[in-house]
């Protein structure tokens, strides 16, 4: 049946091409990531970051994980005028490339840039009532992190998530090989997936993302 049929690669081809182009900050900081080797998302996952703040109208959005500031900027085009980004992030250097490009869109006042460990701001951040928390940092604390976050939420708010694919490694048989991120990931996706105040689910988009809503 064709809905039943496997993404393929033409699948992917297809799609990459019927999307117009991203804007030309956006390709040239694409650019800059891969070429440096940062981790970036996916574009896919960029356009879908871009469309959530849009529909939600979203004011007020946490990102943990900047580096480059490739997502935030992303989520930062689709901001209502209103609209704030609290990003975390302890590098400074990789963030003043981040904020290069953001004061060049124009969008570096509705940013802030924390450059601590998330783990040490995210007890004692005050802001509240969250509409996006958007996670892409180090993967053996994504844990702490959706503990942390959660509780910032607005009721229907959501979090989403980075990497819950990785690469394809999460989804093979465990061994005692595996590094430790890996495991921390397969953890990770059963945590989030059975959360009590979470409606969550793990789309293959990217390198797999994460969405979960908050119910309670």
Do not use: C
Not at 14 to 20: E, I, M, N, S, W
Not at 65 to 83: D, E, Q
Not at 100 to 122: G, S, T, W, Y
């Amino acid at each position: 049946m064709p809905g039943g049929k496997p993404r393929t690669v033409g699948d992917l081809e297809y799609l990459h091409g019927l999307h117009p182009d991203p804007p030309p900050l956006l390709l040239e900081l694409e650019t800059l990531g891969r070429g440096d080797r940062i981790p970036i998302v996916s574009r896919s996952t960029g356009r879908l970051l871009s469309t959530l703040v849009h529909a939600m109208q979203a004011n007020r959005v946490l990102e943990i994980g900047t580096a480059y500031g490739y997502s935030t900027l992303w989520m930062a085009l689709a901001l209502p005028p209103a609209g704030r980004i609290w990003t975390i992030d302890p590098d400074r250097k990789r963030t003043e490339i981040a904020l290069d490009f953001l004061r060049r869109a124009d969008k570096a006042d509705a940013v802030e840039v924390i450059n601590q460990p998330a783990l040490e701001v995210l007890p004692t951040f005050p802001q509240r009532n969250l509409d996006i928390v958007f996670i892409d940092a180090l993967k053996d604390e994504y844990e702490g992190y959706l503990d942390l976050a959660v509780p910032l939420l607005k009721r229907s708010g959501l979090v989403i998530v980075d990497n819950l694919l990785w690469s394809g490694l999460s989804a093979q048989t465990p061994s005692p090989g595996d590094d430790r991120d890996t495991v921390a990931l397969r953890a990770f996706n059963r945590k989030f997936l059975n959360h009590p105040l979470l409606d969550a689910t793990i789309i293959p988009l990217g390198d797999g993302t994460g969405i979960g809503a908050r119910i309670a």
